[in-house]
């Protein structure tokens, strides 16, 4: 049925994706590339989690917790392997992909505990865990401050330029021909085998609607209530940072992730601040003197950034991904895991949203990720 929407008459989209993060781009990435017709509409709120995250692709040191977090987290790491040369194929620029891994200092004998944990946990996930000695660890991070002997390398962590991704994932949309509308999403209405989106002078009616809000979804009208909160994270970056590991340092207090270029982000603060995006000077100090303790030549510098962003929070460690009524889905809620879980994510609802069976078994949506899963009405305070 053509039908005339908001921007002219064209013909309906099979697809709708509300949402223009990572998780969103990606998701209309794989619609497209399965064929259908896909449109993004997306309001570019100040304080969304990707262009602020750090871009860390941890999936061992980020699943402490749970080894089915980590397998999954393990998928999405291969799946960031092949899509990042594609990507930057596909958008003609770089996304600044790094596999040089993750290395995890030694700080104290607690530290050497944890640290032991961490490497049980990766070879029994099937992960390398390299142990550093002083001299290797000079090598590679000669800034790194005296009395520090010893290190964890996990090196199949990775990190990206989550900038740069989102930017080459909008790109490689564009390529497709696949429109991006400016709007804010008021509305969805399922009726008549559509759903009809609408909000600030934007409607569409589209076969199929993914929302992929972040922590703004559940302000979509017509949604059931989903229990996804923002909780803000604020960092700092530093300049001229040129040792030659150009992966992620991270310590329990802070993570220090390198940029090409020379640029060393310091992350992240915790706040449950509801949308707040306020920068305090006191957080900036504090994560500023603790990357110096563990780097002093950062001591006397005056970080050249300092930022805020709302990650998509839920009562438990996972996202919420699947299927909210016949035609229309949610991926939404994936915390501090976003950009590592992007491609996956991708991968998982995008069958489920054509009525398709994931080619790979591997790729259908756990139950654990289910938007069933919690009672309804729940929420969690901010
Ligand atoms: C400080 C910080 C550090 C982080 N570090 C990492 C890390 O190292 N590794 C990692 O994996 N993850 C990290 N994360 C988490 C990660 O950034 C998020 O989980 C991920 O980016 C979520 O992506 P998203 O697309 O769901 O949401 P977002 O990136 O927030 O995008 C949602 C988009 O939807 C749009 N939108 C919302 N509602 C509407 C509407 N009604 N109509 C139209 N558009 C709408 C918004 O404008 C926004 O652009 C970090 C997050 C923060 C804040």
């Given at each position: 049925?053509?039908?005339?929407?908001?921007?002219?008459?064209?013909?309906?989209?099979?697809?709708?994706?509300?949402?223009?993060?990572?998780?969103?781009?990606?998701?209309?990435?794989?619609?497209?590339?399965?064929?259908?017709?896909?449109?993004?509409?997306?309001?570019?709120?100040?304080?969304?989690?990707?262009?602020?995250?750090?871009?860390?692709?941890?999936?061992?040191?980020?699943?402490?917790?749970?080894q089915?977090?980590?397998?999954?987290?393990?998928?999405?790491?291969?799946?960031?392997?092949?899509l990042?040369?594609?990507?930057?194929?596909?958008?003609?620029?770089?996304?600044?992909?790094d596999?040089?891994?993750?290395?995890?200092?030694?700080?104290?004998?607690?530290?050497?505990?944890?640290?032991?944990r961490i490497?049980a946990?990766?070879?029994?996930?099937?992960?390398?865990?390299?142990?550093?000695?002083?001299?290797?660890?000079?090598?590679?991070?000669?800034?790194?401050?005296?009395?520090?002997?010893?290190a964890?390398?996990?090196?199949?962590?990775?990190?990206?330029?989550?900038?740069?991704?989102?930017?080459?994932?909008?790109?490689?949309?564009?390529?497709?021909?696949?429109?991006?509308?400016?709007?804010?999403?008021q509305?969805?209405?399922?009726?008549?085998?559509?759903?009809?989106?609408?909000?600030n002078?934007?409607?569409?009616?589209?076969?199929?609607?993914?929302?992929?809000?972040?922590?703004?979804t559940?302000?979509?009208?017509?949604?059931?209530?989903?229990?996804?909160?923002?909780?803000?994270?604020?960092?700092?970056?530093?300049?001229?940072?040129?040792?030659?590991?150009?992966?992620?340092?991270?310590?329990?207090?802070f993570?220090?992730?390198?940029?090409?270029?020379?640029?060393?982000?310091?992350?992240?603060?915790?706040?449950?601040?509801?949308f707040?995006?306020?920068?305090?000077?006191?957080?900036?100090?504090?994560?500023?003197?603790?990357?110096?303790?563990?780097?002093?030549?950062?001591?006397?510098?005056?970080?050249?950034?300092?930022?805020a962003?709302?990650?998509?929070?839920?009562?438990?460690?996972?996202?919420?991904?699947g299927?909210?009524?016949?035609?229309?889905?949610?991926?939404?809620?994936?915390?501090?895991?976003?950009?590592?879980?992007?491609?996956?994510?991708?991968?998982?609802?995008?069958?489920?949203?054509?009525?398709?069976?994931?080619?790979?078994?591997?790729?259908?949506?756990?139950?654990?990720?289910?938007?069933?899963?919690?009672?309804?009405?729940?929420?969690?305070?901010?």
């Amino acid at each position: 049925m053509a039908r005339r929407n908001a921007s002219g008459p064209r013909p309906r989209p099979d697809v709708l994706v509300v949402g223009g993060g990572l998780i969103g781009l990606l998701t209309a990435r794989e619609l497209a590339l399965a064929g259908a017709r896909v449109e993004v509409v997306d309001d570019r709120q100040e304080g969304a989690a990707s262009p602020n995250a750090a871009g860390m692709i941890a999936p061992i040191a980020e699943s402490i917790a749970d080894q089915a977090f980590a397998r999954l987290s393990i998928r999405s790491r291969d799946l960031w392997r092949d899509l990042a040369p594609t990507l930057e194929r596909e958008s003609g620029t770089s996304i600044d992909y790094d596999d040089s891994g993750s290395l995890l200092p030694v700080l104290d004998p607690e530290g050497r505990k944890v640290l032991d944990r961490i490497r049980a946990r990766a070879l029994d996930l099937g992960e390398a865990a390299r142990d550093l000695d002083r001299a290797e660890l000079a090598e590679l991070v000669p800034d790194l401050r005296p009395g520090i002997e010893e290190a964890l390398l996990l090196p199949g962590e990775h990190r990206v330029d989550n900038r740069l991704a989102a930017t080459a994932a909008a790109a490689a949309l564009r390529q497709r021909n696949v429109v991006l509308h400016r709007a804010t999403v008021q509305r969805v209405v399922e009726a008549s085998g559509e759903v009809v989106t609408s909000g600030n002078g934007f409607e569409c009616a589209a076969g199929a609607v993914v929302v992929c809000g972040g922590a703004w979804t559940p302000q979509v009208h017509g949604l059931p209530a989903l229990p996804i909160v923002p909780v803000k994270g604020q960092m700092i970056a530093f300049d001229r940072v040129d040792w030659p590991f150009t992966g992620a340092i991270r310590t329990p207090a802070f993570y220090a992730v390198r940029r090409a270029g020379g640029r060393l982000l310091i992350g992240a603060s915790v706040e449950h601040a509801g949308f707040d995006l306020s920068l305090s000077d006191e957080v900036g100090a504090d994560l500023a003197t603790g990357a110096a303790a563990l780097l002093p030549t950062l001591k006397d510098r005056e970080p050249v950034e300092h930022w805020a962003g709302l990650r998509p929070g839920t009562p438990d460690p996972w996202p919420i991904v699947g299927r909210l009524s016949e035609r229309l889905h949610v991926a939404a809620g994936h915390f501090r895991n976003g950009i590592l879980l992007a491609p996956l994510t991708a991968r998982m609802i995008a069958p489920l949203v054509l009525d398709q069976q994931p080619g790979d078994p591997r790729l259908a949506i756990p139950e654990v990720m289910h938007p069933g899963r919690f009672a309804a009405g729940e929420r969690l305070s901010s």
